[in-house]
């Protein structure tokens, strides 16, 4: 197997594909976003060891003095809680507060799995089946989370008229599916344009600058968008 089915960046390597290519590694058949999925979940494990191994600890004996990865973290998971208790716990009287390590995880997986881009990998988001993954997980929340939130019998009978309404049954149905391609489309889109201009044979098609720049704006506007339509879901389906 020659390293430009690997690298569609090459010059005269292959423009991808929307399904995903059949890679053999090691004598296995796995795709380019299986490959991409595992690479993106060792990176989140060995940096959360990371933090928790060393900076923490680090942190915790100078607590006058924050470093900019700490920063980064603390406004990270305030952005997400905060919108949380906005969203969601404001309506629900602080249950549901393990949304908020949902969240954080997902958010940091659709990062790098879009990120893992400037590593010449396929993004993991440039995948339609882990796209809806994600976005059957909010679907799964709206509804368990709605008929939860249901304390009393006239919302709990309200909540089962809204599924005898076939409107609100095709409409429930939309979202995963527009969640799911939207993110892969955008995604997809931006791989593939980023494929052809370096596909042509000069120089000035390869921008690394501009392309590091790009890749990580989009990773943090897939991420967030995520998030903030989730978020909003969940909060229209317990109020």
């Not at 603390?74 to 949380?84: A, M």
């Not at 709990?156 to 008229?161: A, D, I, P, S, Y």
Request: proline share 4%; glycine share 4%; charged share 10%.
């Amino acid at each position: 197997m020659s390293l430009e089915r690997f690298i569609p960046y090459s010059s005269g390597g292959e423009l991808p594909e929307i399904t995903p290519k059949v890679l053999t590694l090691w004598g296995f058949e796995i795709t380019e976003t299986m490959l991409s999925g595992a690479v993106t979940v060792a990176v989140l494990v060995i940096l959360a060891l990371v933090i928790r191994l060393f900076c923490i600890p680090r942190w915790r004996k100078h607590l006058s003095s924050t470093t900019g990865v700490q920063t980064v973290l603390e406004k990270l998971v305030e952005g997400i809680e905060s919108n949380c208790d906005e969203m969601i716990f404001v309506h629900s009287k602080n249950q549901f507060r393990f949304l908020t390590f949902w969240f954080f995880a997902v958010v940091l997986y659709i990062f790098f799995g879009t990120f893992i881009e400037v590593l010449a990998l396929r993004p993991l988001t440039a995948s339609l089946s882990m796209t809806l993954t994600v976005a059957l997980f909010t679907f799964v929340f709206i509804h368990i989370l709605g008929f939860v939130q249901a304390s009393s019998h006239k919302q709990l009978k309200n909540r089962f008229k809204h599924y005898l309404n076939p409107i609100n049954i095709i409409t429930d149905s939309v979202v995963p599916m527009s969640m799911a391609l939207r993110m892969f489309i955008s995604v997809f889109s931006g791989y593939l344009i980023m494929s052809l201009l370096y596909s042509i044979p000069f120089p000035v098609a390869h921008p690394v600058i501009g392309y590091l720049i790009f890749t990580l704006f989009h990773a943090v506007v897939q991420s967030y968008v995520f998030f903030v339509l989730s978020t909003g879901f969940i909060s229209e389906a317990i109020e």
